[in-house]
């Protein structure tokens, strides 16, 4: 058995600031720096042989961006777009180099700051899920902030992602 984490576990953290997002109820987060814009929803150019949560391709200025829905790459049934669906177009550092990506979310939040000391790690609940996607938790009125690890949900297994930045 895993004894609980207490705050002096856990290494003083700079704040960081975010891009919040929803998707259904669940509120996550991306660090700023990795986003390069959001766009309107737009439908992606289909490109055959890529994962089940892989769309296809966004135009952005003339570039082709591999986009992806963020639901279903996250393990959440999809969804159909609605007035409020966005894509946003984030840079991933890989170990090799940087991968535009779009994600396809919800819902944009807001952009805001996350003060370093309310920044939790990610909860150990006992049991194998996705938690190396989870860089951290924040506690707020409704529940919490996903804090997430798009180099380690994107990196690991999207190599046809990687493969395909045009």
């Known amino acids: 058995m895993t004894a609980p984490r207490s705050a002096a576990d856990s290494p003083v953290r700079d704040d960081l600031q975010v891009v919040t997002f929803g998707l259904g109820r ?15 929803y737009q439908v992606p150019s289909q490109v055959p042989g890529g994962p089940v949560h892989f769309l296809g391709l966004t135009d952005v200025r003339g570039l082709g961006v591999p986009t992806v829905d963020f639901r279903r790459r996250l393990g959440l049934p999809p969804v159909e777009p609605t007035l409020a ?3 946003i177009i984030l840079d991933v550092p890989l170990a090799d180099r940087t991968l535009a990506l779009g994600v396809v979310i919800d819902r944009v939040l807001a952009v805001s700051t996350l003060p370093g000391a309310r920044i939790e790690p990610a909860p150990d609940i ?8 989870v860089d951290g938790v924040v506690r707020d009125a409704d529940g919490f902030v996903v804090i997430l690890d798009v ?3 994107f990196g690991s297994e999207d190599r046809v992602l990687a493969e395909m930045e045009l």
Do not use: N, Q
Request: avoid cysteine; charged fraction near 30%; proline fraction near 7%.
């Open 126 to 133: 006992g049991t194998p899920w996705r938690g190396e996607f």
């Open 85 to 87: 669906t966005r894509i």
């Open 26 to 40: 669940e509120v996550f987060a991306v660090p700023v720096v990795l986003v390069r814009e959001i766009l309107d």
């Open 151 to 153: 180099s380690r949900i």
